[in-house]
């Protein structure tokens, strides 16, 4: 499978955005996906992720703030992105099936 994210940007402290992971190649089922983020001079984490029985997580500092979706029919898994901080800022990624999407930045002013 192939995944190009996009969605990302520049927004203030407060703000929102959302992210979009499509995927092509494979026809969209209940696989597992997930959205990680690495900001500079740290290591990649998970933020974010559909299980293949589509239960949803998230890791604690992004609970009741970000929200993953997946629209089978579009083939398309978002993360939308609310009361963003600074230390959110960061390039945003999709994976699937051992894939990985190319990244987003994200970039939060205070």
């Known amino acids: 499978v192939q995944l190009q994210a996009s969605g990302g940007g520049l927004v203030q402290a407060g703000g929102s955005l959302r992210l979009s992971c499509a995927a092509s190649?494979?026809?969209?089922?209940?696989?597992?996906m997930g959205w990680f983020r690495q900001a500079p001079g740290k290591e990649r984490e998970w933020v974010a992720g559909?299980?293949?029985?589509?239960?949803?997580n998230y890791v604690d500092s992004v609970k009741g703030r970000f929200t993953v979706s997946r629209d089978i029919a579009k083939n398309t898994m978002y993360l939308q992105l609310n009361s963003l901080k600074a230390e959110d800022t960061a390039t945003y990624y999709c994976?699937?099936?051992?894939?990985w999407g190319q990244g987003t930045q994200v970039t939060v002013s205070s």
């Open positions: 994976r699937a099936l051992g894939s």
């Open positions: 559909i299980a293949a029985d589509r239960t949803i």
């Open positions: 190649g494979r026809t969209f089922v209940d696989y597992p």
